[in-house]
Each structure stands twice: as C-alpha cells, then as structure tokens.
C-alpha cells in the first residue's frame, strides 16, 4: 500500500529560525512529490514539485530536496516569518496505473514571534 | 487562484438528514476530488471524477456519493448523515492525471459541515 509519513507532527520555531521537515514515502513507481502548504481555514496551494530527476529546488525561502533512492524529501524553511504558521503536507504521486495522489498527514509548523 | 467554489461553506444538520455540498469550477479542468480532513488524520479521498459522468470511489466513500453531469460542477451527497461525517470537506481539481503531467490539485476554500 502506498504511504507518506511525515515527521515532526508539529513544531514550534521562533521568528527569523531555520527548520527542515521530512516526509518518507513508499510510492512505486513514483511519478512526483509535491509539498503543500495549507494555511488555516483555507485549502491546501502548492509549494514546490518535485521530480524523479530533481535533486533540489527553491521556491524563495522554500527549499526542498528529494532522494528518489531512499525515498525521502525534505522542506527547508529558510528565515521564517509569522506568516509561515501553516500545516506542510507531503503529497505523491505514482506513475503506474493509479495517478491518485498520497497525501502525508502533515506537519504543523508555528512560528512565534 | 484557481476558480473553485464550493457551497455552502458552512452547514450544521441533524443525524439522518440528507446534505449536498456542492463544487463549481470555472477552469474547464477534466478532474475533479472530494476529500475530508479530521484532526490527526490529514486528507482523505473520498470519490472522484475523471470526467462527465466518470466517477470513483477513494479511500472512505462509504455513506457518500457522488454525481457530475457538467464539466464544471461536482456534487458531494451524503444520503443519511451520521456524527462520524462531521469533517471539513475540500473539493480539488486538476488539468490532467494518468500517466502525464504532474496534476497539481487546486482545492477550494473547503466547507464545514456538523452533524448533531
């Protein structure tokens, strides 16, 4: 069965501070991995994807990685702000016959002043 | 921002009663989804559309159902609803899925549903 699990649950930063969260998933074959930034009481927006041959890409002080030969990815935060208090959710996507998304339960990050 | 509304944003409805939230996009986007999202349970699937009158069952469809008669509109119908239904409800699209292209979701704001 397909799954992404993401780690920490929950984290709290202080304003300025880096923090990096993971998400491990078991998708095969995979196609894609996007993450997800979803702010409270709104749906879900895209932060960055990421393909098979992709190693790293930005999204201003987004950052993500990925290792397609561990299955891993991670999301850099780089200076954080207050506004950056939001669920990060995992999202994966196989390339075989299911192109139905995975979705990690996500991690809640709070950034406080 | 994509062009996604559903309705109503907000409904309280009593154990047994029937509801429909509704999903009306503006974006002429084949695929259409319905999630819920619990506390500790992230998003789930509930059913989806890969076009008019094509329709699939996600992983927590049952007590659900679904109906698209128009590209544009996505129907969420919960026949007799039950506590265990009280969720957030999100509605999601995509340009393109199967074996191409990596189908970001565009959801909507969500709606709120309680069953007393």
């Known amino acids: 069965k397909n799954q992404v699990e993401q780690s920490p649950q929950s984290l709290i930063i202080l304003e300025g501070k880096n923090c990096t969260l993971q998400?491990?998933?078991?998708?095969?074959?995979?196609?894609?991995l996007r993450w997800y930034k979803q702010d409270t009481g709104r749906g879900p927006v895209s932060l960055t994807i990421m393909t098979f041959s992709e190693n790293t890409k930005s999204n201003g002080r987004y950052t993500a990685t990925l290792d397609a030969d561990t299955k891993q990815s991670s999301l850099h935060i780089t200076a954080s702000q207050l506004s950056d208090s939001a669920s990060y959710i995992c999202v994966v996507t196989g390339s075989g016959g299911s192109y139905i998304p995975t979705f990690g339960r996500g991690t809640s990050l709070i950034v406080h002043p | 921002d994509a062009g996604i509304t559903q309705s109503p944003r907000h409904k309280v409805t009593e154990t047994g009663t029937p509801v429909t939230l509704r999903c009306h996009q503006t974006?002429?986007?084949?695929?259409m989804y319905w999630y819920r999202q619990d506390p500790g349970h992230g998003l789930r699937l509930i059913h989806y559309s890969y076009g008019v009158k094509d329709t699939d069952k996600g992983e927590v469809s049952d007590g659900y159902s679904v109906s698209r008669s128009k590209t544009e509109d996505f129907l969420l119908t919960l026949e007799s609803a039950t506590s265990s239904q009280t969720s957030v409800y999100f509605c999601?699209?995509?340009?393109?899925?199967?074996?191409?292209?990596?189908?970001?979701?565009?959801f909507g704001e969500g709606s709120r549903l309680t069953v007393l």
């Open positions: 999601a699209i995509s340009g393109q899925g199967a074996f191409k292209d990596t189908g970001e979701l565009f």
């Open positions: 974006e002429n986007h084949r695929y």
């Open positions: 998400c491990n998933y078991t998708v095969s074959p995979f196609s894609n």
